[in-house]
């Protein structure tokens, strides 16, 4: 099993939801209002840089993966977002 986690911006996340669920990802985790600084720039949600990201974890079957990321990837070509994706190995889900 792959553990997949989405940084997204926190204006965009809605429309990653959409997209997770139309793809059949019955189960996700959203960790809103995420701070920190990237390729994309500072996103510290102050005055000087008020945007923040959202991160959003699920837990997929290896052979889910592929087509979900094509997918999003797709996405991301027509709207211009910078969405990154971070994959991990799970050994068991107790």
Known sequence: ???????????????????????????????????GTGRSGPRLGSRAFPKTSALIFTVLEPEAVGPLVETIRGWCTSCGEQLRIVAWGVEQIL
């Open 1 to 35: 099993m792959k553990l997949l986690m989405f940084i997204v911006d926190e204006e965009k996340k809605e429309e990653l939801e959409v997209l997770l669920n139309r793809a059949g990802v019955t189960g996700y985790t959203e960790m809103p209002h995420a701070i």
